[in-house]
């Protein structure tokens, strides 16, 4: 398997753990994106009870399949220590990190969006007690896949390449 | 090599080219990022012309290692078709795969920011001719690595990682 080619967004979950030197693998890679001016503004936030889960859920309606997941980790970014206005640009690559540290270990994953959302933002900040520099940005959910119905898809579109100018 | 821990900004080059079928693999890689909603509001311009790549260093004064490499790959998205406030969301994670796929081919590679400073991006979308809902994103230059001063460093900290809740 071909961890950029191939990698999807995964809803189902088997329910079984997430070792703990896979996650630590999951961790290190999200740490290895880089950020402008190497501020390493982000932190992680992993969360594993159930009653956060549960809150989680209610709070965002796309990040139902938590409830069934062993594991979800909170991308942080901190506005204070960020270069400019490259918060949600430097959170995003350490996300899809993530995304691919998680494929590359045998997991699946899904992105689920907080940053964009201002009601949403304000819910996970005051649920997680982030202090008011620290911005919630994206939520990855890893678990085992239990999703018969993914299968590896092309997403080659030549129509999406362009030479030299914008034609 | 570990293409997620191992990855560093490249910005010396041998001026060797960048075969196509690595290339065409870069541009899968990055189109194969997830996007908010699956919109695939990205697209990518391929620059190899060296009179393109003189007019971008005049523009942005941090990318002048494009002088010296064979391409560069211009990352935009569309403010037409983009789910929300996810533009600069789904074009960092298209950006971040393209590092990492260079890096698997062998290439070195370093993410230009466009998106947040108003006037490089005006000044790059005038270059480029984009339409006006076509924004500039980042430029990704790639080349062959020829940077002696760049070692395998370990990213991990401990101190970015939480439990359960900000403490």
């Not at 045998?106 to 201002?118: E, H, L, P, R």
Request: one cysteine or more.
């Amino acid at each position: 398997m071909d961890i950029l080619l191939d990698r999807r967004s995964i809803r189902k979950y088997t329910g079984d753990d997430v070792k703990q030197e896979d996650l630590n693998y999951i961790l290190h890679a999200a740490m290895s994106a880089p950020t402008a001016k190497n501020t390493k503004c982000y932190s992680f936030v992993v969360i594993k009870n159930k009653n956060m889960h549960k809150k989680i859920a209610k709070i965002h309606k796309y990040a139902q399949m938590i409830l069934e997941a062993p594991v979800a980790i909170l991308v942080v970014g901190d506005q204070n220590i960020v270069y400019k206005g490259y918060l949600p640009q430097d959170c995003a690559a350490a996300t899809q990190n993530i995304l691919l540290a998680a494929t590359a270990k045998g997991y699946g994953a899904v992105w689920c969006g907080i940053y964009s959302n201002k009601e949403r933002s304000k819910n996970i900040e005051k649920l997680f007690k982030l202090p008011k520099n620290i911005k919630a940005f994206s939520i990855v959910i890893i678990g085992k896949s239990d999703d018969s119905s993914i299968h590896v898809k092309n997403n080659w579109q030549i129509e999406k390449i362009k030479y030299e100018i914008w034609k």
